[in-house]
Structures are given as structure tokens and as C-alpha cells.
């Protein structure tokens, strides 16, 4: 690993040297006083630069190797990405600031992308003026703009891709938009590399799909039982389970000393929203999501997330259930109300997508909620099952807007909310529907995260399905993980009743590897794991919280 980081250093090195000459020639003369043929040396130069690292698996300002970087070294060294998706089981970080895309699959870099400024100077005849035709020519149309694709095959295992816009008459030379240097990685010389669900058992897998609750505030024996017999993939902590800051500490250490003979680490998962939805006691409180929504500043809504993220990195916790990005459109709705940033769509997206890139800069997961929008109910979910009576088209005009821009900007995680539609699935509540998370979410939506379910203990779920068939309908419906907050007999009954279904081939083994895949790519990438706390410092905290409270409040 030391070896891997010293090689890292020394490619950022070169790449400063690259770039500060570069900007030397740059800085020679002014832009508009450079000939066309001087113009066309330096593109040829940038196009000349590109192949040679191509050669080594690399591009221009990125120290990182196809086929060789792994994903610990990306994250350690450029931390949390600014936007993620999933394609078909690759996972895509996007760097804003570093103008680069990064591809990676089971651990590893496959694809580079940038689009910095040397490359998008460069034009397509500086291209063949230095590497000729392409081997392969690619046509590629999105939103109604067409592009073209040239493919070099660098190695037998590498490929450089230009992408640009299509030659037209009136633009015969277009400038790059980006490039791509991709490997194969079943054709890298090194051993096959393969899924870490290949090598688990079914009860593992299933385990992993499971988010339970405990009860009291140390570890009982039934919440080992839990850890090491079910092998939950996370656990949910409520007040109950919250005494003081030493007590939190300890409980969450020796979850993850229980824990150490598992393969992989727990989601440890908490509503701190702030507001009236604070679980961890002896922190200040801070002003609700409706307080902030009124001074419409999303860099405050970043503190808000940042915040959250530090107060639940300092004890221990790696998962947020939050922030709630349910509209406020009902008057009457006693469940959210000014848990919600306001009654306007844009404004609820801005704001809330700035509290989750908080939270994720403090590299704790953010769990968006309740999709598919909870803000125009009048009955609470807890108590019973809330029915909201809107079509599609009213549903797209405003409940879904802050979700979808919350999925195109990055979303970790997606909670499915108690909420029976009439007019989209008549029979089964959001949570269970596979009208909503599959044909919504997934296939209309594009959105390849992860997707879990509300508390399915709530009365909602338990006055109309036996746990074991709610959990299994769930996952039927397109769900990867299970919340099941309270009663480990619960938890117990939901994991049998979901290997009964997959023994049955009521549910198919491809689709559980499927939400195992995406639970473990994200567990990898905020690099969850058993390490244990020994102190924390609540009055930093709270110097913080009554810093950020003065700020919102004044």
C-alpha cells in the first residue's frame, strides 16, 4: 500500500511539472496574438501528451492507473465524490473541481474520464495530424446533439476515446468535448477479479439486506444474536438506546468488537435531522429544516449537513437518515410539517441536496426521504397508512422534483416511504410496490443506488402484512434493504421468510447479488469500518451547533 501511495505522489509530481509548463507556453503571448499554426502545436503538443500517457493507463491531471488504482486509493486520496452513478453494477465518481469522471467495478479503476481545459482546446485535426484514423469511429446521439467517437487501441488491453461533437459543414474542425482512457478488465493479465458476492452464502447475503434495531442501551444478548447469527448489514438507534456521550461510545464500540468476525462492517444508522428529530443527547439544538427553508441560503443548508455529518462521525454513527426532502403541501400533515425545508419544490431541492453533499463531505451516508413524497399526507404512517390521491403527472409536478434532482446530484441511498397511491398502485403501499421502486424509480427515474424502506414495523406495514410477507413483498417490489427498527423476533422472521422466498425461486438469487452488489460498492466507498472510538468532545460540538443556530436565526 505504501508502495501504491509513493507511486501516486510521484505521478501528481509530474503532472504539476506538465501542467506548469503548459501554462508557461500559455502565458507567452496573449491568446489572440498566437498564429494559427502555434495554436495548432500546442493542440498537436496536448494530443501528443495524451497518447504517451494513454500507454501507461492514464490521462492528463489525474494520478490514477487503469486497471492498477484501486478505490481505496481514489477515495483516500480526492475523498467523497460531488456526483456517483450506477451503470449496470460500474459505479461512476465525478470530481467537479478536477473536471474528471472516474469508472470503477469491484474495487477497481477501469475507465478515466477529464474534460479539463488543455484537452477541450484540442481540435479534431490536431488528432489525425498526430495519431492518423482512428481504428474505430463511434456515433453517439443524446438530447438531440450528436457526437462522434474516435477509438484508438493503445495496447491490447488499453483504449484512448476522443469525444466530439460531430464535423458539420459549418464546423469542420470541432473541439474535444473529452477523453477517455478505458481497459477491459477481463482482458488485464492479472487474476480474474470477481464479485465479493460470489464467495458468500445466501444467509450472508440476506443478512446484508437487513436493517434492524436494538433494544436497551448496552449490547444484549439478543443484539449479538442479531449481529452474529442474522449477520444484519446495519442497525438503527433510537433514544431509547441513547444515554450520554460515553454510554454511545461504548454501546457503538462493542457493536463493532461484535462485529469483527463478520466479513464486512455495519451501517450504523440514526435520525439526526435536527429540529424535533434529534436522537443524541447532550448536543445543543439546532434550528429546524422550516427555519433554514425561510432564509433560503443553500450554503447554510451545507453547514447544516456538514454539521450533522460531524456530530455523527464523532460518535461513532456512518449513516443519516436525512435529509427529508418531502414537500410541505399540506397544512394538515402531522407527520412532517417543519421537518420539511418549505412548500416550494425548487427551493426543497436546493436545500436539501446541499444538506446531503454536507453530510457526504464529512464522508457519513445521507438516505434521502420518503419517496415518493410524504408532504400531502394527513394521517401518520406510524399510526396507520396515509393515502395520497395524485396521478403522475401531479406527482412529477411537485412531490418528485427534489428526488429527482437529489439522484441526478449524487444520492447514496433512497428511503421508500408507507404511502398508498391510488392511482399508480391501487393494491400495495410505495413501500411494497413494484410499480413505484422498480418502474418509478428505477426505470423512469434512471436511479442505480441503493433503495431501502421505511420502518416497516410502523402500523402502516403491520395492520395489513405479516412482517415476514412484508419483508419479502419488499424486496419482490425492487427494494435492497430492509428496515425493520424495533423487535429482533421481527428481524428474525423477515430474514427466514425472505430465504424461503429465494429457496422457492419466488425470488430470484440474481436479484438479491444485485442489492448485495450495490450495498457493498457503497459500504466500500465511504470506507465503513470497525475501527473504535476512544474520546469525543461535545462542547466543540456544540460550539459549532450554537454558531450555525446564531447564523440561521438572525
Same mark, same amino acid.
Given at each position: 500500500?505504501?508502495?501504491?501511495?509513493?507511486?501516486?505522489?510521484?505521478?501528481?509530481?509530474?503532472?504539476?511539472?506538465?501542467?506548469?509548463?503548459?501554462?508557461?507556453?500559455? @502565458?507567452?503571448?496573449?491568446?489572440?496574438?498566437?498564429?494559427?499554426?502555434?495554436?495548432?502545436?500546442?493542440?498537436?503538443?496536448?494530443?501528443?501528451?495524451?497518447?504517451?500517457?494513454?500507454?501507461?493507463?492514464?490521462?492528463?491531471?489525474?494520478?490514477?492507473?487503469?486497471?492498477?488504482?484501486?478505490?481505496?486509493?481514489?477515495?483516500?486520496?480526492?475523498?467523497?465524490?460531488?456526483?456517483?452513478?450506477?451503470?449496470?453494477?460500474?459505479?461512476?465518481?465525478?470530481?467537479?473541481?478536477?473536471?474528471?469522471?472516474?469508472?470503477?467495478?469491484?474495487?477497481?479503476?477501469?475507465?478515466?474520464?477529464?474534460?479539463? =481545459?488543455?484537452?477541450?482546446?484540442?481540435?479534431?485535426?490536431?488528432?489525425?495530424?498526430?495519431?492518423?484514423?482512428?481504428?474505430?469511429?463511434?456515433?453517439?446521439?443524446?438530447?438531440?446533439?450528436?457526437?462522434?467517437?474516435?477509438?484508438?487501441?493503445?495496447?491490447?488491453?488499453?483504449?484512448?476515446?476522443?469525444?466530439?461533437?460531430?464535423?458539420?459543414?459549418?464546423?469542420?474542425?470541432?473541439?474535444?468535448?473529452?477523453?477517455?482512457?478505458?481497459?477491459?478488465?477481463? @482482458?488485464?493479465?492479472?487474476?480474474?477479479?470477481?464479485?465479493?458476492?460470489?464467495?458468500?452464502?445466501?444467509?450472508?447475503?440476506?443478512?446484508? *439486506?437487513?436493517?434492524?434495531?436494538?433494544?436497551?442501551?448496552?449490547?444484549?444478548?439478543?443484539?449479538?444474536?442479531?449481529?452474529?447469527?442474522?449477520?444484519?448489514?446495519?442497525?438503527?438507534?433510537?433514544?431509547?438506546?441513547?444515554?450520554?456521550?460515553?454510554?454511545?461510545?461504548?454501546?457503538?464500540?462493542?457493536?463493532?468488537?461484535?462485529?469483527?468476525?463478520?466479513?464486512?462492517?455495519?451501517?450504523?444508522?440514526? %435520525?439526526?435531522?435536527?429540529?424535533?428529530?434529534?436522537?443524541?443527547?447532550?448536543?445543543?439544538?439546532?434550528?429546524?429544516?422550516?427555519?433554514?427553508?425561510?432564509?433560503?441560503?443553500?450554503?447554510?443548508?451545507?453547514?447544516?449537513?456538514?454539521?450533522?455529518?460531524?456530530?455523527?462521525?464523532?460518535?461513532?454513527?456512518?449513516? %443519516?437518515?436525512?435529509?427529508?426532502?418531502?414537500?410541505?403541501?399540506?397544512?394538515?400533515?402531522?407527520?412532517?410539517? %417543519?421537518?420539511?425545508?418549505?412548500?416550494?419544490?425548487?427551493?426543497?431541492?436546493?436545500?436539501?441536496?446541499? =444538506? *446531503?453533499?454536507?453530510?457526504?463531505?464529512?464522508?457519513?451516508?445521507?438516505?434521502?426521504?420518503?419517496?415518493?413524497?410524504?408532504?400531502? =399526507?394527513?394521517?401518520?404512517?406510524?399510526?396507520?397508512?396515509?393515502?395520497?390521491?395524485?396521478?403522475?403527472?401531479?406527482?412529477?409536478?411537485?412531490?418528485?422534483?427534489?428526488?429527482?434532482?437529489?439522484?441526478?446530484?449524487?444520492?447514496?441511498?433512497? *428511503?421508500?416511504?408507507?404511502?398508498?397511491?391510488?392511482?399508480?398502485?391501487?393494491?400495495?403501499?410505495?413501500?411494497?410496490?413494484?410499480?413505484?421502486?422498480?418502474?418509478?424509480?428505477?426505470?423512469?427515474?434512471?436511479?442505480?443506488?441503493?433503495?431501502?424502506?421505511?420502518? *416497516?414495523?410502523?402500523?402502516?406495514?403491520?395492520?395489513?402484512?405479516?412482517?415476514?410477507?412484508?419483508?419479502?413483498?419488499?424486496?419482490?417490489?425492487?427494494?435492497?434493504?430492509?428496515?425493520?427498527?424495533?423487535?429482533?423476533?421481527?428481524?428474525?422472521?423477515?430474514?427466514?421468510?425472505?430465504?424461503?422466498?429465494?429457496?422457492?425461486?419466488?425470488?430470484?438469487?440474481?436479484?438479491? %447479488?444485485?442489492?448485495?452488489?450495490?450495498?457493498?460498492?457503497?459500504?466500500?466507498?465511504?470506507?465503513?469500518?470497525n475501527d473504535q472510538l476512544s474520546s469525543i468532545n461535545v462542547n466543540e460540538l456544540n460550539n459549532l451547533a450554537e454558531e450555525l443556530t446564531n447564523n440561521i436565526l438572525k
Amino acid at each position: 500500500m505504501i508502495k501504491k501511495i509513493g507511486i501516486i505522489i510521484v505521478v501528481i509530481f509530474m503532472f504539476t511539472i506538465i501542467e506548469a509548463v503548459l501554462t508557461t507556453n500559455k @502565458e507567452e503571448k496573449p491568446k489572440e496574438f498566437i498564429s494559427e499554426e502555434e495554436a495548432a502545436n500546442e493542440g498537436q503538443a496536448v494530443v501528443s501528451l495524451v497518447f504517451e500517457l494513454a500507454e501507461k493507463g492514464q490521462v492528463i491531471n489525474v494520478p490514477f492507473i487503469v486497471g492498477e488504482t484501486d478505490t481505496e486509493q481514489l477515495y483516500e486520496l480526492w475523498g467523497v465524490p460531488d456526483e456517483s452513478s450506477n451503470l449496470s453494477n460500474d459505479i461512476y465518481d465525478t470530481y467537479l473541481s478536477r473536471n474528471a469522471t472516474v469508472g470503477h467495478h469491484s474495487g477497481t479503476v477501469f475507465d478515466i474520464r477529464t474534460n479539463s =481545459t488543455y484537452i477541450q482546446e484540442v481540435q479534431l485535426e490536431d488528432i489525425h495530424s498526430v495519431a492518423g484514423e482512428p481504428d474505430i469511429i463511434r456515433s453517439y446521439q443524446d438530447e438531440g446533439k450528436e457526437e462522434t467517437i474516435l477509438v484508438y487501441e493503445i495496447l491490447p488491453n488499453i483504449q484512448l476515446k476522443w469525444i466530439l461533437p460531430k464535423p458539420t459543414e459549418n464546423d469542420p474542425n470541432p473541439n474535444v468535448h473529452h477523453i477517455s482512457v478505458y481497459t477491459d478488465l477481463k @482482458e488485464v493479465d492479472s487474476p480474474v477479479t470477481t464479485s465479493p458476492v460470489d464467495s458468500m452464502s445466501l444467509e450472508e447475503k440476506v443478512g446484508q *439486506m437487513i436493517f434492524g434495531g436494538i433494544e436497551g442501551v448496552e449490547l444484549s444478548e439478543k443484539s449479538r444474536e442479531m449481529i452474529r447469527e442474522d449477520k444484519v448489514g446495519g442497525i438503527i438507534f433510537f433514544k431509547d438506546n441513547l444515554v450520554n456521550a460515553n454510554q454511545i461510545v461504548t454501546l457503538l464500540n462493542s457493536i463493532k468488537a461484535e462485529n469483527m468476525q463478520q466479513q464486512y462492517p455495519l451501517f450504523l444508522g440514526i %435520525d439526526q435531522e435536527g429540529g424535533r428529530v434529534t436522537r443524541i443527547p447532550e448536543l445543543s439544538n439546532l434550528p429546524t429544516n422550516k427555519q433554514i427553508g425561510k432564509k433560503d441560503n443553500p450554503a447554510l443548508a451545507f453547514q447544516l449537513g456538514e454539521l450533522l455529518g460531524k456530530q455523527l462521525n464523532a460518535f461513532g454513527f456512518n449513516l %443519516d437518515f436525512a435529509p427529508v426532502l418531502d414537500v410541505d403541501s399540506n397544512p394538515n400533515n402531522p407527520v412532517i410539517g %417543519d421537518r420539511s425545508f418549505g412548500s416550494d419544490p425548487k427551493l426543497v431541492s436546493e436545500l436539501g441536496i446541499s =444538506t *446531503m453533499k454536507g453530510l457526504q463531505s464529512e464522508n457519513v451516508i445521507s438516505v434521502i426521504k420518503h419517496f415518493p413524497g410524504h408532504g400531502d =399526507t394527513e394521517v401518520d404512517s406510524h399510526i396507520e397508512l396515509p393515502i395520497v390521491s395524485k396521478n403522475m403527472k401531479e406527482l412529477q409536478a411537485l412531490e418528485f422534483i427534489p428526488f429527482q434532482n437529489a439522484l441526478k446530484s449524487g444520492a447514496d441511498v433512497v *428511503m421508500i416511504g408507507h404511502i398508498l397511491l391510488p392511482e399508480i398502485d391501487a393494491n400495495k403501499p410505495s413501500s411494497i410496490s413494484n410499480v413505484v421502486i422498480t418502474k418509478i424509480l428505477r426505470e423512469q427515474l434512471k436511479y442505480e443506488g441503493v433503495v431501502m424502506t421505511d420502518d *416497516m414495523t410502523m402500523k402502516a406495514i403491520l395492520d395489513n402484512y405479516e412482517i415476514g410477507e412484508a419483508a419479502v413483498e419488499a424486496v419482490k417490489a425492487g427494494n435492497d434493504i430492509v428496515l425493520i427498527a424495533h423487535d429482533y423476533e421481527k428481524v428474525h422472521r423477515a430474514i427466514q421468510a425472505i430465504l424461503e422466498a429465494v429457496r422457492n425461486e419466488e425470488i430470484k438469487v440474481e436479484q438479491i %447479488d444485485r442489492s448485495v452488489e450495490r450495498i457493498l460498492q457503497l459500504k466500500e466507498k465511504y470506507q465503513l469500518s470497525n475501527d473504535q472510538l476512544s474520546s469525543i468532545n461535545v462542547n466543540e460540538l456544540n460550539n459549532l451547533a450554537e454558531e450555525l443556530t446564531n447564523n440561521i436565526l438572525k
